[in-house]
């Protein structure tokens, strides 16, 4: 380009330069014929305008061609480089793979130790069984032998009793070493079961590195056959029988949140999640935190329960019911707003059975929440394919299951998922929302329902 300039420079000057000259030779001569050469300054100066024309356009090329070499060296780096981690992301690949094989083998291996430790309980209980019986027959056979002596001194014994007295402790021998051999095989399997829960905790911190993403649909669908509790990590409490509730887990020195399996009286083993707050554990019965989970479900899963304890989820009405029918229950309610403000109450409150459409009947301890669920009122639970009698709309008109009385109030926690600014007041009534006390209604990001026995003792 600055070659180009000079060019452009130069070429009028040499052309001015001559229509000068021309003009001082017709005003000092007289006119002469012209030449038909070009004057010898002029070529010079055409000579030296395309000498440096050419060094100009030979420093361009340099120039160019360096700035080409070092896009090649840089293309050049950028192939390898990706090469590279082309290279690593397949190796990491392969390992996933390796650690899921391995996840999958500790798993089936823990089951069977699992199963080989109940069998082996269930042996033992029986020759311990068996060892009481014998350990009966045994005193009861001595003490015949003792008033048998006793009634004939001078007798000798009898050898069918001497060799039933022989047989009798060769036998409790035997059942002595049995149990002792059962008992070392036990804490073997026991240190077995140990090793292989340690390996699978860390396998599982290194995967559960890797990022995961859960898209559900928010709209109604049709019934299931069978609810989606769905559960991860499970934290193993001691072997000395499964608690009754977060309570009794707390108790025995478990103080960290997370999920647990526990068995409430006259139920089946079913997980929750403990949360600990402020030194308290409560089990986390309903969490909704950013909508993947559909809440317009049925009334089936309503009572057995859905979604995921790590994220969203519904534990169940039957669930819930069978850890509060044990002792006096706390129920709290944690709301969060789109601006992040925070509010929390706390009610007593009593939960009927499924003849009852698990009635709820609440009574404010305290809190900073008002009108959040009506108190002093029996509150049925619906969804929209089980209306109980008298509150036939409040399922169709709000999304989700709910507790309702006699019409159907502003507050539901179970209604559809709202980003913030809903677009009308209906919408926003039938989604996750509750009306404070000046009658203004709120559209809620985050809920918790969590409960807790008034008392600290656990239901071992």
């Keep these: 380009m600055f070659t180009t300039k000079l060019l452009?420079?130069?070429?009028?000057?040499?052309?001015?330069?001559?229509?000068?000259?021309?003009?001082?030779?017709?005003?000092?001569?007289?006119?002469?014929?012209?030449?038909?050469?070009?004057?010898?300054?002029?070529?010079?100066?055409?000579?030296?305008?395309?000498?440096?024309?050419?060094?100009?356009?030979?420093?361009?090329?340099?120039?160019?061609?360096?700035?080409?070499?070092?896009?090649?060296?840089?293309?050049?780096?950028?192939?390898?480089?990706?090469?590279?981690?082309?290279?690593?992301?397949?190796?990491?690949?392969?390992?996933?793979?390796?650690?899921?094989?391995?996840?999958?083998?500790?798993?089936?291996?823990?089951?069977?130790?699992?199963?080989?430790?109940?069998?082996l309980n269930s042996k033992l209980e029986s020759l311990l069984e068996e060892k009481i019986l014998l350990q009966q027959k045994v005193k009861y056979l001595e003490e015949q032998l003792t008033n048998l002596i006793q009634n004939q001194p001078e007798t000798p014994e009898h050898p069918e009793v001497t060799s039933l007295k022989m047989f009798v402790e060769k036998q409790d021998n035997s059942i002595k070493d049995l149990l002792q051999t059962m008992e070392e095989q036990y804490k073997q399997l026991n240190q077995q079961h140990s090793q292989i829960k340690e390996i699978e905790n860390q396998l599982r911190r290194t995967s559960i590195q890797e990022p995961t993403e859960i898209s559900l649909s928010s709209k109604p669908r049709a019934p299931r056959?069978?609810?989606?509790?769905?559960?991860?990590?499970?934290?193993?409490?001691?072997?000395?029988?499964?608690?009754?509730?977060?309570?009794?887990?707390?108790?025995?020195g478990e103080h960290i949140s997370g999920m647990y399996a526990i068995r409430p009286s006259n139920s089946q083993v079913f997980h929750v999640y403990c949360d600990v707050i402020s030194g308290s554990p409560w089990t986390l019965i309903q969490h909704r935190i950013d909508g993947s989970q559909n809440f317009n479900e049925t009334w089936e899963n309503y009572k057995y329960g859905f979604g995921r304890l790590d994220g969203e989820f519904w534990l169940g009405l039957e669930k819930i019911y069978s850890i509060v029918k044990q002792s006096n229950y706390v129920l709290r309610i944690e709301l969060e707003d789109w601006k992040d403000n925070?509010?929390?109450?706390?009610?007593?409150?009593?939960?009927?059975?499924?003849?009852?459409?698990?009635?709820?009947?609440?009574?404010?301890?305290?809190?900073?929440?008002?009108?959040?669920?009506?108190?002093n009122k029996d509150l049925v639970f619906s969804t929209w394919d089980h209306k109980a009698k008298g509150h036939f709309n409040c399922p169709e008109g709000y999304s989700g299951g709910w507790w309702w009385h006699d019409e159907c109030g502003e507050n539901n926690l179970n209604g559809k998922y709202n980003?913030?600014?809903?677009?009308?007041?209906?919408?926003?009534?039938?989604?996750?929302?509750?009306?404070?006390?000046?009658?203004?209604?709120?559209?809620?990001?985050?809920?918790?329902?969590?409960?807790?026995?008034?008392?600290?003792?656990?239901?071992?």
């Excluded at 699992?114 to 069998?119: A, V």
Aim: glycine share 4%; hydrophobic share 30%.
């Design 419 to 460: 980003k913030p600014r809903a677009k009308s007041k209906p919408e926003r009534r039938r989604g996750l929302s509750w009306k404070s006390q000046n009658g203004r209604l709120y559209s809620i990001k985050s809920t918790k329902m969590l409960i807790h026995p008034t008392d600290s003792e656990s239901f071992e």
């Design 342 to 375: 925070k509010h929390y109450i706390e009610y007593s409150f009593y939960l009927g059975n499924h003849e009852t459409n698990y009635t709820l009947h609440l009574v404010e301890i305290t809190g900073n929440i008002p009108n959040a669920i009506p108190e």
């Design 225 to 252: 056959t069978t609810p989606l509790l769905q559960l991860n990590e499970i934290r193993n409490v001691k072997h000395d029988g499964i608690p009754a509730d977060c309570t009794t887990i707390y108790n025995r």
């Design 8 to 119: 452009l420079f130069i070429v009028p000057l040499v052309i001015s330069s001559r229509i000068d000259q021309d003009n001082s030779s017709f005003d000092s001569l007289s006119p002469e014929p012209k030449t038909r050469f070009a004057m010898l300054d002029d070529v010079k100066i055409l000579a030296n305008g395309l000498l440096q024309l050419g060094h100009g356009l030979k420093d361009f090329v340099h120039k160019t061609k360096g700035q080409i070499n070092d896009i090649f060296q840089k293309l050049n780096i950028f192939d390898q480089s990706f090469y590279d981690l082309s290279l690593q992301t397949s190796e990491i690949k392969e390992e996933e793979k390796e650690l899921r094989r391995t996840t999958y083998k500790l798993q089936v291996k823990n089951e069977e130790v699992k199963n080989m430790s109940l069998e």
